[in-house]
């Protein structure tokens, strides 16, 4: 896990979440889609995600620095929701 800042969209203020890991939902700046953290780079301050709920056929996964995280979310584990 990593202690990371995060911008809280309602607010612009910045808020600590200290449980981003790997399987986390998040938010990122600049899109209203929810994507899933598949790995994490602490050293670096750069984590890998994809889009959620991803498609199975499609490997879109992509780099993003952990500053452009706004929100860490908690999906659902029932899928019929």
Same mark, same amino acid.
């Given at each position: 896990?990593?202690?990371?800042?995060?911008l809280d969209n309602k607010n612009n203020n910045l808020i600590c979440f200290e449980n981003?890991?790997?399987?986390?939902?998040?938010?990122? #700046?600049?899109?209203?889609?929810?994507?899933?953290?598949?790995?994490?780079?602490?050293?670096? #301050?750069?984590?890998?995600?994809?889009?959620?709920?991803?498609?199975?056929?499609?490997?879109?996964?992509?780099?993003?620095?952990?500053?452009?995280?706004?929100?860490?979310?908690?999906?659902?584990?029932?899928?019929?929701?």
């Open positions: 896990m990593i202690h990371s800042k995060l981003l890991y790997k399987g986390a939902f998040v938010k990122i #700046k600049h899109s209203n889609n929810t994507f899933q953290v598949i790995g994490l780079n602490i050293d670096k #301050k750069i984590c890998w995600v994809r889009e959620w709920p991803f498609d199975s056929n499609s490997k879109k996964t992509f780099a993003l620095e952990i500053s452009r995280i706004n929100l860490q979310i908690f999906c659902s584990n029932n899928s019929s929701e």
